[in-house]
Structures are given as C-alpha cells and as structure tokens.
C-alpha cells in the first residue's frame, strides 16, 4: 500500500479544512423548522451532503395561542435532509434572555404539497 504523506501539503490541508469548515465552528444554536411545522432547537453537532443534520441537546418548541411555549427535550437528534425546510441560527444571548413564558403564537402548519 503506497503512501500519500510525500505528496500532501499538510499545512495547505489544514489551511483549506479551516475555510471549509469555520462557519460550522462558530454556530452554537440553531433553529430548524420541519415540513410537519415542528420547530426544533438544538447544538449543531453535524451534517452531511444529503442536508441531514444532527443536533445535539436539543429541544422541540410547541407553540400555542393559548398556553406558553412548551419545550419537550429531545436530546441527540438526527433530521431527515428531505424533511427540513428551515435551518437558521440563533443569538444564544436573545434566545437566553427571552422569556418563553410569556411568549404566545399559532403553532405552524403542515407543508401540503
């Protein structure tokens, strides 16, 4: 088995690796909305080619007109690529600083096609 370790620029490779994958490095929360109109926050700990997302320590928002909004914790989560409709990042420090409680709101509908 040959060996590439001659022919590789380590330093070039660690270079591009950081362009690449910088903007992932310093997402802390995201907010994804789902085709079923579930809304769900979490750490984003990965992704593929596919847009499947993996979150970590997250949690579904529920919302309601009449009650506060619930968060259901749902822990380490993976999401269909084909079932995501919205990935947007959060400010930690607005999302932390928001009162869920006092927050009321039409929970979203159902994607039909």
Known sequence: MSSLQGYVDRERLMETLYVILSPVL?????????????VIVGTLAGYDQKSNVVL???KERV???????EEIPLGLYLVKGDQIVLIGEIDSEKDAST?????????LPAIRY
């Open 56 to 58: 970590s320590d997250s």
């Open 99 to 107: 009162d869920l409680s006092d927050v009321r709101a039409e929970p």
């Open 26 to 38: 310093y997402i802390d929360r995201v907010l994804v909305i789902l085709q079923d109109g579930r």
């Open 63 to 69: 919302y309601s007109t009449d009650e506060p909004v």
